[in-house]
C-alpha cells in the first residue's frame, strides 16, 4: 500500500489505464461470492491436510463493523498465510460478508487471466481509493505492509515483523476510523527458505545496463531461496509452498486515542501509531513461536 494525501473517494473508481488485468484492480462490483464457494473445497483441503492450519482468535473480529486486518506477509509469491487467512474468514463470516485483498499494482500487469481470478475472489489494487472505498462500503479490508519485502525477508528474519516503514495502513484507519486488527502467522515462511536478498546488487548491474528488469517492472527484491519446484533459485518466481503447519492468530484490536483527518495529517502521531502497532504484532508474535515451538 502506498502513501497518500486525502481526497475524498468515490465506490465506483475509473481505471487508470486501458490495460485489462489493471483494470480488474479497480472494481469493488467483481468480487463474485458464488466463485469463491466453488473454490472453497480445494481451499478447504489445502487448508486441512496441507498446511494443517491451526487457527485462534476469531472472535476478536466485530461481528458487523469493518476493520482493516494487518498481516505479515510469508512464503513467497505464493503467500500461504494470506490464502489460509481467506479462507478461514469465508469459512466463519460466509463469503456474503465482503473482505478485500489489497494486491500490489504490479501484480495486476503480469496476467490478465489470474488477474480476473483475482479480482473475483476480492482483490483490489493496492491504492488509498479502493481501500477507502471498500471501507465505506462496510467491507473489511486485508493489507499487508510490508509487501515484496516481507514476502521474501531472509529465514532468519521469520519470526520478525517487517511492515517496510510504511505508514500508509495507519492513515488509512485514522481517516477512516476503523480498528485495527493484526494477524499473524508461524510457519508460511518455512515454507520457503530464502537464504538473502540480491537486490541491491542486481539493482545496481540493471543500472549499467546488465540486467533488464522482466515485464519492465522493478521486482523491490531479488532473493536467493530453496523450495518447490526450482530447488535452489534466484528472484522472486512463483513458487510451490513446502506441506509446513501454519499457525494463525487473530489478535485483539488496535484502537487510537485519535481519528479523523487532522489525525491522519499528524506526521508525528501517525509515527507513533505505526510504532504502536509493529510492537503488538512483534509482541504478538514473539508469543506465538514460544507457544508453538
Known sequence: MQNFSPSKPTTAIPAKTTSEPHRFGWCLDCRDPEFIERWLPLWGWLHRYYFRVQTDGWQHIPPQQPVLLVGSHNGGLASPDMMTMMYDWFKRFGTERPVYGL???????????????????????????????????????????????????????????????????????????????PVISVGAHDTLIVLADLYPWVKQLHNWGLIPWLYGLDPEVFPIYLGLPWGLSIGPLPNIPLPITIHTRVCEPILFERYGLQAARDRAYVSACYQQVRQHMQQALDQLVIETA
Do not use: T
Not at 491504492?127 to 479490508?141: D, E, F, N
Not at 516481507?150 to 510504511?166: A, G
Open 103 to 181: 494486491m500490489h499494482p504490479h501484480v495486476w500487469q503480469l496476467s490478465s487471466s489470474l488477474s480476473q481470478i483475482a479480482a473475483r475472489v476480492g482483490a483490489i489494487e493496492a491504492h488509498p481509493k479502493m481501500a477507502i472505498a471498500a471501507l465505506r462500503q462496510g467491507a473489511s479490508v486485508l493489507v499487508y505492509p510490508g509487501g515484496a519485502k516481507d514476502l521474501f525477508r531472509p529465514h532468519q528474519l521469520r519470526h520478525q515483523i517487517c511492515l517496510d516503514n510504511n505508514h500508509a495502513f495507519i492513515k488509512l484507519a485514522l481517516r477512516e476510523q476503523v480498528p485495527i486488527v
